[in-house]
């Protein structure tokens, strides 16, 4: 009974293929993010949805997309894979954008 | 925008000692949030302790208190009776009217024998 699962764990792709994430919350939180964490640690947010609503877009590139088809789930999509895109991302919940975030167990995909 | 730092790259401590991390950070908001995750190799992001910026008094979770110090910006984890399995990297984070956690670099803390 994971409250945030990832799937898959670990992604490894070739340069220029399209890939996506899957992320499903049970905890009946109507917010869900993506966080990536690169090489060196750091962790950023890259997406929030509240309610299927995009809420928070940073700086990420077009090539990454995500979707929300109901409040449960946010998957993320990308396009063209980079070596660059290279990290570990993280799904993560909270209720009405509440401030208590939980986190999936992430999901480490590796471009070669 | 919100900055987290953390200037301690790397630590060490002996198991049952106490261990300090620094925090600072940097907004103009009044009302936020810090908090402390912890990383292990696991890689899962685990909430250690929270703080509500319009309260004084400092958290607390049984071997895990912070200082916060609202006027400095300065948001420090203390670890007592350090733990093999504390050994990870910790990470400071603000949540503020943004609706997102911002993080600062982490420390990454190893306890020793």
Redesign the interface.
Known sequence: DTAVSQTPKYLVTQMGNDKSIKCEQNLGHDTMYWYKQDSKKFLKIMFSYNNKELIINETVPNRFSPKSPDKAHLNLHINSLELGDSAVYFCASSHNRGVEAFFGQGTRLTVV | AQTVTQSQPEMSVQEAETVTLSCTYDTSENNY?LFWYK?PP????I?VI?QEAYKQQNATENRFSVNFQKAAKSFSLKISDSQLGDTA?Y?CAF?GT??????G??TRLQVTL
Request: net charge positive; aromatic share 22%.
């Open positions: 949030y990383q696991s890689r899962q992001m909430l929270r990297m990470f949540y943004a609706s997102k956690l911002t993080f670099t982490g």
